[in-house]
């Protein structure tokens, strides 16, 4: 089979995973690559070995070779960048939070509509190992009803009014920037249309959530709560409860080796040990490889449907927050 030639636009350090997945896997192949600095692209092609580079992005939309492009740019370009994308015909992963807001959202999936191209969000969490061992496990009904699910994330990051995290203007914040994985996380084993959404941040000078705490409720009784920020670090496990036993994520954001199912009075019954064979977005770009092979316009495993559904929580906790990135 023809290998899938890959275009990715920006250089930072989620370029650099990709590229190294991309160039991982037997079925996909680093095309091209795109900055606005001509000589950090240059840089980028030679050290992943990428076909070519170009000095701007515009030129990497266009050019027909390629097949898929991934889209690595600061969170408030996203938009204009998958939509260039988009009208000239590529098909596009982009990365998470895929848009500022459902508005922006629903735009670029008329667009890919239109064009007939694929379009996802790039979350990776859902497509690796352990993720899809405990909603395997879920689905058997090996912890019974889930009740509760408890995921937290956080990142200390000292203030700086440059950096992205902190800058409105870019898209900033804990919610866009950390949210969306535990949100997403929450929804995979409660639903992704909560009853209720309870929420309150802390809104610090530059105009952003520094900090937050989520809780969904749902109408059965079960509930998910997360505490996200940048201006504290916490553990950063995850546990999904269920009224036969749970499962316990150590640092599940990279969900990598430790994973553990018990029973209802805590025992251990599995433990596996579950290592990545690259880094973890390896099994992202597998996703897309299939999903451009079978001629599919989504991912089964991450539909935009789910990744509108978690757009349109954080737009309702923003708006309980008063924050709009239009103001």
């Known amino acids: 089979m023809e290998k899938i030639k890959w275009g990715i636009m920006a250089t930072g350090n989620i370029a650099e995973k990709l590229a190294e997945a991309i160039n991982f896997s037997e079925g996909s192949e680093l095309y091209a690559v795109a900055s606005r600095s001509c000589e950090k692209a240059e ?35 996203h938009y204009e960048n998958a939509a260039m994308c988009i009208k000239n015909g590529r098909n596009v992963l982009c990365e998470k939070t895929v848009t ?26 859902k497509f690796i190992p352990a993720f899809r061992l405990a909603k395997e496990w879920v689905s058997q009904g090996r912890i019974g009803t889930v009740k509760a699910v408890r995921a937290d994330l956080s990142s200390l990051c000292p203030y700086d009014p440059d950096n992205r995290f902190y800058a409105k203007s870019l898209g900033g914040g804990s919610l866009l920037d950390l949210g969306v994985y535990p949100l997403t996380f929450a929804c995979e084993f409660l639903g992704y249309k909560p009853d209720e959404i309870i929420t309150n941040a802390y809104i610090g000078d530059s105009g952003v959530d520094y900090d937050a705490s ?45 994973l553990v199912l018990r029973d209802i009075y805590g025992n251990v019954v599995e433990a596996p040990e579950l ?22 316009k989504q991912s089964l495993i991450n539909p935009i449907c789910d990744t509108r559904a978690v757009l349109e929580i954080m737009d309702c906790c923003r708006a309980q927050w008063g924050l709009d990135f239009d103001k």
């Open 43 to 77: 840089q980028f092609a030679a050290r992943f070995s990428a076909v070519k580079h170009y000095g701007s992005y515009e030129e990497l939309a266009k050019d027909s070779d390629i097949d898929i492009i991934y889209i690595a740019t600061p969170m408030a370009q």
């Open 100 to 125: 500022l807001d459902c508005k922006q959202f629903d735009e670029l999936i008329k667009l890919a509509k239109e064009h007939n191209v694929f379009f996802m969000e790039a979350m990776w969490m």
């Open 214 to 258: 989520l809780l969904l409720r749902y109408k059965n009784g079960s509930f998910a709560d997360s505490q996200i920020g940048f201006d504290f670090l916490k553990e950063n496990k995850a546990c999904i409860i269920g009224d036969k036993g749970s499962i316990t994520f150590g640092n599940w954001f990279f969900c990598t080796t430790e």
């Open 275 to 296: 290592k990545h064979l690259c880094n973890g977005y390896e099994y992202e770009v597998m996703e897309v490889e299939q999903c451009l092979s079978d001629g599919r």
